[in-house]
């Protein structure tokens, strides 16, 4: 008897992907044919999980924490985010503010889920994680994507993209300030633009602020901090970046109770708790020795200044310092046209085998806006160590002098 597939789901046809891991799989597959790979590609981290939260995990472990767990979070970890957020962002919150989840990723779809309705709008940057898109349009949402220009020391909002968009179905802001992929930072006069946008359109904001403390000097600000902005603000929280847990998947939502309320049982239904043994490892971080996580930036550091030195002494590349994230936003329009490379996939699978670096371009962060000019590549220098940047960069300055 023939067995006919069985149909998909219709709603499966809007569901996107995380396009970077595309490039990790083949960036693997040209590393197993022998070849040497600089991986820039994707924002893991290649630094230990610091050992007090790990003897905290392995401590809760072995003294039997592995059973369920509150579906938003052991109290003890709400009360020590709540404060910790609260500490860093001037703002009053306790544990029913705080909703844990498996990763900040979670965050953003039930965000969604919680605050809009099919055929809502919903504004998210573009360049930006190719999840918020997704999940937007998976729900039934309509996606309205905003960009960045260059400023004089980094990228800078494109507000006129923002107003041009508005219509009375508008509903949802995403706004990821310290951002991937371009690693822009809204300055206090910025800030105060967007939170005046989201107040007179009454929109509800996600502020996705997974790098708030993977910052190299200067202070991070928040959208949330403003005045009249915490009570329609929801900020997405990850221990993934401070604490390199990248892979312990572990986040939480932090916002008004209400909505912090809905997402919690959005996690009844998903995935009944966060991993609970883990959430005593991140209690360690949050109160435990923090020398940890300067460690990890001071390395980031090195790395980052490393980067930007030898991309900006490729002949055709052109590339800011961001004080934040881990990641670059190079410009390499004029190498593209020098090296008579007419799209993004031919430029980076060209850099991979003749050089060996791996990149992302900008069309892994989003479709490409109409007015779109210049065109970019993501540098990630989490996941690589300074000797083999200046060794792959090195390469790729030659290939493109060449």
Known sequence: MTVSPLPIAERISRLGTETAFAVSAEAAVWQAQGHTVYPFHIGDMDLPTPENIVEASFRALRDGKNGYCPNAGIPALREALAADVGASHGLELGPLNVAIEPGGKPVIGKFILALMN???????????????????????????????VEGSDNFELDFDALEAQVSPRARLLIFNNLQNPTGAE?????????????LRHDLAVLCDEAYWDTRYSGQSRSLASLPDMAARSVILYTFSKKF???????????????????????????????????QYGALEGLTGDQSGPRDIVRVLKERRDVCVSLLNQIPGVSCFTPEATFYLFPNVSELMARKGLASYDHLRRTALEETGVSFCTRLHFGRALPDEKDAYVRFAYSGITVPLIEEGLGKLKAWAEA
């Open 118 to 148: 099919p055929g809502d709008e919903v504004f998210y940057p573009n360049p930006g994680y190719p999840i918020y898109e997704s999940q937007i349009e998976f729900h039934g949402g309509k996606a309205l994507p905003y960009g960045y």
């Open 186 to 198: 809204s300055s206090p006069a910025e800030l105060e633009r967007v939170a005046e946008f989201a």
């Open 244 to 278: 390199a847990m990248t892979g312990w998947r572990l986040g939480a939502a932090v916002g008004p109770a209400p909505i912090v309320d809905v997402i919690a049982k959005l996690n009844v239904n998903d995935e009944s708790c966060s991993n609970h043994f883990i």
